[in-house]
């Protein structure tokens, strides 16, 4: 049996309620305290555009585009990067390589060379450039230590 409430209808088996006065101020109190604390404790993500570029045999590969999810007021780590890599490639291609950020440096830039946890810096203004060096084992029938020239 269908009950008609103000021109809308219920399913069957349920009443209408009628909280009205002080029971239905105390509801919305509740409710919004309730959502007032969900609120602070909500986690703002920034997406961020990342170009990254491997090489492979000594030779640089086009450019990559990716974007990477992470927390707005955190700075971006290459671990948020390589995290999100292994979704996309398969959870093995980041730890094929050693990967360093470009940064401007004088007129100019470098490559900065990063470990899981450090920053990447933007290289201008809110550009992150990646680039991922392959790393040589002793698979390919070379030492995987180069010797300094």
Known sequence: MEVNV???????????TNTSGPQR??????????????TSRIKVLKK????????RNGLLEHPHYLEVSHLANHPLRL??????LSILRGKAM???YSWSCKRSYRNGYVWNDLTE????YPSQGSEYVLKGSEL??????????LPYS
């Open 79 to 84: 671990k948020d990067v390589t995290d999100r």
């Open 136 to 145: 040589i084992s002793a698979a390919h029938g070379q030492s995987s230590l």
């Open 6 to 16: 103000r021109g809308g209808r219920l399913p069957k088996g349920e009443e209408p």
């Open 25 to 38: 101020d105390k509801e919305r109190s509740r409710t919004n305290r309730v959502g007032m604390e969900n």
């Open 94 to 96: 980041p730890s094929q």
């Open 117 to 120: 946890n450090d920053i990447i």
């Open 48 to 55: 961020v555009q990342v170009v990254y570029y491997l090489t």
